[in-house]
């Protein structure tokens, strides 16, 4: 059955493969093949998870159906001292589990830990195109604004920012 579990360091290996497939089978369609590789090879990097894990507040948790891992997501405070706005960074499942109430899940957790500490609002990208807008949209986010990010490389993160008021939807 479905296990959800915060995670940290020793998880690393298991989140970047999942990252590998995940990207490989759902983003071809959305962003150049160039782009894909050079996000996986710095954001989603040994080093750079490591960083986000230690340094930025990043907590990261592992989803695991049948004990075994199929998805991760992490999210912190938005702003630091300012915990009514928490920013899931990170959501990702493998495409074999979608449909099955697990993104949900993921983000009945991430609410069930933040709202603790003050959080009303969960915040998070998503690229235009990804499938995923009409997923958020029916757990209840709604589009707060649309932005383009010229990144590194001359990059292009094509993006909605999205919201969820867990005071009026608490998933």
Known sequence: MLKITKVSLESISVIRRLSDEIWNQVYPSIVPMAQI?????????????????????????????????????SYSMKLANQPERFRVHKLYLQPAMHGKGIGRAMLKFIAAESMPLGCKELELNVHKRNPAVGFYQHVGFTIEQDIVTVIEHGHVLDDYIMMLDLTKNPL
């Open 37 to 73: 590789e050079f996000l996986l090879n710095t954001w989603y990097s040994t080093a750079a998870l490591t960083e986000q894990m230690e340094h930025s507040g990043h907590e990261f948790i592992l989803v695991e159906w049948n004990d075994e891992a199929v998805g991760y997501a």
